[in-house]
């Protein structure tokens, strides 16, 4: 038996520019960060040859890779070379469609297991770069590669994403007692709405290549590599309630459901209570709001947003890894 544990993330600034319609042409990048939320990811074998699949709510048995319903676990398993007598289960701290990463997070956590059960040991680099094949190339998913990336290296990162297809991957180096105040000023709030990632990526990467679009995502990339730069100059926390902000006015001008009128009110409550600044995370429509908000002013803010439920996270170091084996 193998257990994989690979975090969820929160990305900070770039979304979108991870997309191929836009780095296909000019890099793009983001700045995110791995958090302690987890996708876990068992596989053992079985005694017979059929392969059994449980995830969420469903269990699949099969005789073949190829009669598996779920995507991401038949190609993993068709890529890697497993065709027969195994179990895979899945188990995750937040469900799916939250606007954590979740989907590149079982993807990663997925490869890295079924690899370590055929006595291979992947980088963080390859883990990443197959989960992006599976959900991009061979799937077709409109998916960025961030989710991937992040998953796969943990910590606080920024990376580039450039017109060759490669990822260039770095640590931002900043001052242990910044992060611990970042930490401390975010709020994670759950709105109560699943957000339908597809169907809104779908819509942002058809219209990615319009002027208007290109102009936003420049400014959204450009942002994302001030911010790098600035926490590496070891600027304060406060920084990330103008980024968020920011980023968050250009990202919902990309397509029509990247937010709602009650995202809206939400965020403006949140604002008026103390909050210098947030963004709904993820591909929008739902999912959590991330709020940037000094910690004297927390408690009016999660007053003002009564409804919504808060999740305690803090930052993780390390991605995608293996820890169990037996």
Request: some cysteine; proline content about 3%.
């Amino acid at each position: 038996m193998i257990i994989t544990r690979t975090p969820f993330r929160i990305s900070f600034a770039g979304g979108g520019t991870d997309l191929r319609e836009f780095y296909q042409s000019e890099a793009g990048a983001v700045v995110s960060t791995a958090i302690n939320k987890y996708m876990y990811i068992i596989v053992n074998k079985r005694f017979t040859d059929a392969i059994r699949v449980s995830y969420y709510a469903k269990t699949e048995i099969v005789d073949r890779a190829d009669d598996i319903r779920h995507p991401l676990v038949r190609e993993a398993l068709k890529l890697v070379g497993i065709s027969r007598g195994i179990e895979i289960t899945s188990v995750a701290d937040v469900h799916a469609g939250a606007g954590l990463g979740s989907s590149g997070s079982f993807t990663v956590g997925l490869l890295n297991a079924l690899y370590a059960y055929k006595g291979t040991l992947k980088s963080a680099e390859e883990l990443a770069r197959d989960a992006c094949r599976i959900e991009i190339d061979v799937l077709g998913e409109p998916a960025g590669k961030q989710d991937q990336y992040i998953a796969a290296y943990g910590g606080l990162r920024y990376f580039q994403f450039n017109p060759d297809e490669s990822v260039t991957a770095e640590p931002i180096i900043w001052s242990a007692e910044h992060k611990d105040e970042l930490a401390q000023n975010l709020l994670l709030l759950y709105t109560g709405d699943i957000h339908e990632a597809s169907s809104i990526l779908r819509e942002q990467k058809e219209r990615t290549r319009q002027p208007d679009k290109m102009v936003n995502l420049r400014e959204i990339r450009d942002i994302a590599v001030s911010l790098k730069n600035q926490l590496n100059d070891n600027a304060t926390a406060d920084i990330f309630g103008e980024v968020l902000h920011h980023g968050w006015q250009l990202k919902k001008e990309l397509a029509s459901g990247i937010s709602t009128d009650k995202i809206d009110k939400c965020y403006e409550r949140a604002l008026g209570a103390g909050a210098l600044g947030g963004k709904v995370l993820g591909a929008g429509g739902g999912g959590f709001l991330l709020l940037y908000c000094p910690k004297p002013k927390q408690p009016a803010v999660r007053k003002a947003l009564s409804d919504l439920s808060v999740l305690e996270f803090s930052f993780e170091p390390e991605g995608s890894k293996i820890i169990y084996v037996v």
